[in-house]
């Protein structure tokens, strides 16, 4: 498939994905965490990325703050090496590099330490007059989540949080809490200081174009929307696999496991796109109101109905990729020799409202798989089959399917039948393809530019309100208190490099389904 829709066709898109290409405010955006790796692997590329497409505001700065002790001169050496390495660009223009590069700067600091905040305010005001940002700043915090409140505490100490004629926004990344009681209390905390309108949770995978799209294709197409309920689709199946183990990240994987790292938050925004209501407008609040409607109508599992329907699973030893041996999860750097944690689980989830009723939603996603992959797979219902009585095609036919690949290869795949060529009737599944990057002049992006040029603008439909996370660690609480509770007797269950434990696949067998 190509894009055959023309400007105005493209434009509309745009519109409604609230994609039109405004400059953002001016505004300085100040980095807490400057050192770390986030900073160096995507927002630095991602940020160099919107510039490149002129997508910043002239009146634009960066200011890194961490405790490493660089000067801003040493810090930009720095990330000239880091852009080269993660910058995604295929011909990395120099030119531009350098003009960026000249707006970014440095301030050493601890987050615990309330001076060091007196500084950041003084550093924050010289380089606003300097840029003339009008006051705007944004506030990211790519910390660890034990610092997030800290740091939101110091900027309202020194009045940071205030906006007047000009705005402040904090970023807050993800994880947001690891259970339903800690999300709650770092909502309280941060809420006590910043209002719900400043404060932007992110989830970068809402960034990526496909996850985008899943709003456009069922809200700008008339076609589908029809079918899109309980008397048409039999179930729906969202994966995201990896194949890598936990590599360097051993220490925070290790208290945290799937179900919190994917489940909770990437799976689910997902599930909220594909199964919400259509909201009455495309602003921020109307779709944030759908999402949460949707995770509201997701029934909470009993313990009885935890272990029916939610499977996990542990790798141990096996192959990689490039045919070299990998090593269990156990062994693992900084995992614990005994360790409980689940590198991958199946669940089973209902939704309980008037479009979904029956229908059930398979959520898998785990590491040291055979493939890479994240995909949605929404399955309709069989046709009857009364009319191929006496035919070859009695007994098969096989039910439509719809699949949005998210990565890798972004694109929509309708799967059916067609009679193959010859004198009899006999089926065979076919497809149709849509990949984005046929389509349409795509920019390999991380997920983040949209985010944070949204964050810029003001727009918060892609980020997480409060409720909306209360919410989703509310449907995910009993899976984790149950297996928390319950030590896994047969860890390690899946081989490093294979699909998964057999418990997996049981899951939707019981239900006469099964994986696509
Ligand atoms: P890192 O550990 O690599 O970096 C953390 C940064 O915070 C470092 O600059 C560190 O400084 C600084 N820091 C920590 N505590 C303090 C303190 N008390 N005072 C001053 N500075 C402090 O983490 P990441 O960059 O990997 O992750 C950051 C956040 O982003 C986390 O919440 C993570 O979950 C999230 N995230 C990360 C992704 C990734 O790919 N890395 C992807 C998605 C989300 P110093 O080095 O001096 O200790």
Excluded at 390 to 412: H, V, W
Aim: contains cysteine.
């Amino acid at each position: 498939m190509s894009d055959q829709g023309g400007p105005e066709g493209l434009q509309e898109l745009f519109t409604a994905l609230n994609l039109q290409e405004d400059a953002p405010d001016p505004c300085i955006m100040v980095i807490f965490g400057a050192s770390g790796d986030l900073t160096k692997r995507l927002l630095i590329p991602s940020l160099f990325n919107l510039y490149c497409d002129n997508l910043l505001p002239d009146a634009f700065a960066i200011l890194g703050m961490a405790m490493d002790d660089f000067s801003t001169e040493s810090f930009r050496d720095r990330m000239s090496e880091d852009v080269r390495n993660y910058s995604r660009q295929d011909q990395f223009d120099d030119h531009a590099w350098s003009v960026f590069c000249d707006k970014i700067h440095y301030m050493q600091g601890r987050f615990d330490d309330a001076e060091a905040f007196a500084r950041l305010k003084t550093f924050l005001q010289a380089l606003d007059g300097r840029y003339d940002a009008g006051g705007n700043i944004l506030f990211y915090m790519a910390t660890p989540p034990a610092v997030f409140s800290m740091i939101s505490t110091g900027l309202e100490a020194v009045g940071m949080n205030e906006e007047h004629d000009y705005w402040r926004r904090i970023i807050v990344e993800k994880p947001f809490g690891s259970d339903l009681d800690s999300a709650r209390q770092l909502n309280r905390q941060i809420l006590t200081y910043w209002k719900e309108s400043q404060v932007y949770r992110i989830d970068h995978y809402l960034g990526k174009e496909t996850v985008q799209n899943l709003l456009a294709f069922r809200f700008a197409n008339g076609m589908f929307e029809p079918l899109w309920n309980r008397t048409h689709i039999d179930h729906i199946q969202i994966t995201a696999t990896e194949q890598v183990g936990v590599e360097w990240r051993g220490g925070y994987y290790d208290k945290s496991g799937v179900v919190r790292d994917m489940i909770q938050n990437h799976l689910f925004q997902m599930m909220a796109y594909l199964c919400m209501e259509p909201p009455v407008s495309f602003e921020s609040e109307a779709i944030r109101n759908e999402k949460f409607k949707l995770l509201s109508a997701v029934r909470i599992m009993e313990p009885e109905e935890v272990r029916e329907n939610a499977v996990r699973g542990q790798y141990g030893e096996g192959v990689k990729q490039d045919g070299s041996p990998a090593k269990p999860y156990r062994q693992e750097h900084l995992v614990h020799p005994d360790s409980n944690t689940e590198t991958y689980a199946a669940v089973k989830l209902r939704i309980d409202n008037w479009r979904w009723h029956g229908v059930p939603v398979f959520l898998r996603s785990g590491k040291g798989l055979r493939t890479k992959s994240t995909e949605i797979v929404v399955q309709f219902r069989r046709a009857p089959e009364f009319t191929f009585r006496g035919t070859p095609a009695a007994g098969q036919l096989e039910a439509n399917q719809l699949i949005f690949r998210i990565q890798p290869n972004e694109g929509i795949e309708l799967r059916f039948l067609a009679k193959r060529p010859g004198p009899s009737m006999h089926m065979r599944k076919v497809n149709m393809n849509f990949e984005y990057d046929e389509a349409f002049v795509t920019h390999p992006g991380t997920g983040y530019e949209t985010m944070l040029y949204d964050c810029m603008r003001g727009d918060a439909s892609l980020f997480s309100r409060s409720d909306l996370v209360e919410t989703s660690w509310q449907i995910v609480q009993p899976i984790l208190d149950v297996w928390k509770s319950e030590k896994a007797r047969d860890f390690p269950n899946y081989p490093f490099g294979s699909w998964g434990p057999k418990a997996a696949f049981d899951l939707p067998a019981a239900a006469h389904r099964r994986w696509l």
